[in-house]
């Protein structure tokens, strides 16, 4: 059986185009509103340790690291990690990445249940994407691809789930860090549109990559069917 064929490419197109389009409108976006300053001046780091504070989190550490676009909070360390970017980055679009990182702590703090969801599904989907490597390389060259078949789709359910849940899960986390910003008064009314505009264009990319499982498992699924008849 010709795992890879014509039809394969039908289902893994759709992902890969929406992927490489959201990457592209990501870095447009930011780019373009990295280059505005906020009217505060405060930074991104700032910004964060003023939502933690308010919220009560006085303790949870607001911490630099390395990368581009590396922001995110650690629910198993209880801390926030900004990009050098946007932990000293005083644009529209630092304050509005590291007000998104500081909502996943406030969806830690109030046990959010999609989000309590989505840890608990960390481990599972580590090994999934670990074990689908070894899987499929082994189904590929011992000519076991109709056996593993079964696996694999076990596999990419695991994956679609979590990537199912992590969708509203990061439009739940810019919802609360937008109603933050304007209710602290972190933001102007006039830049209300800069902060929309890069939260929405980072969500884009959890959308590609749910879209992307979706049709990697409906192939599966297929393959898996045809094997059958």
């Known amino acids: 059986m010709m795992l890879f064929n014509f039809k394969y490419l039908l289902f893994a197109l759709p992902g890969l185009l929406l ?16 280059q505005v300053p906020i009217e505060s001046g405060r930074t991104g780091a700032q910004t964060a340790r003023r939502i933690l504070d308010n919220a009560g989190l006085t303790d949870m550490p607001v911490e630099e690291v390395e990368g581009k676009l590396s922001d995110h909070y650690d629910p198993t360390k209880r801390a926030l990690f900004l990009s050098s970017d946007n932990f000293h980055g005083t644009s529209v679009a630092a304050v509005g990445v590291a007000a998104h990182e500081a909502g996943h702590a406030l969806q830690h703090q109030a046990a959010y249940g999609l989000f309590n969801l ?62 933050q910003l304007f209710r602290l008064g972190l933001v ?42």
């Open 19 to 34: 992927g490489i389009w959201a990457q592209i409108r990501l870095h447009s976006i930011y780019g373009k509103y990295s």
């Open 118 to 179: 989505r840890m608990a599904l960390v481990p599972a989907t580590q090994f999934a994407n670990f074990a689908y490597i070894g899987i499929f390389f082994l189904g590929m060259f011992l000519g076991l691809m109709k056996i593993m078949l079964p696996i694999i789709i076990l596999i990419f359910g695991v994956i679609t789930l979590f990537q199912l849940v992590t969708l509203p899960v990061e439009y739940d986390a810019s919802s609360r860090a937008k109603e």
């Open 188 to 229: 102007r009314e006039d830049e209300r549109v800069g902060v929309s505009q890069v939260l929405h264009a980072a969500a884009l990319t959890y959308v590609a990559a749910l879209v992307s499982s979706v049709m990697e498992l409906l192939y599966y699924v297929m393959a898996a069917r045809d094997s059958r008849s």
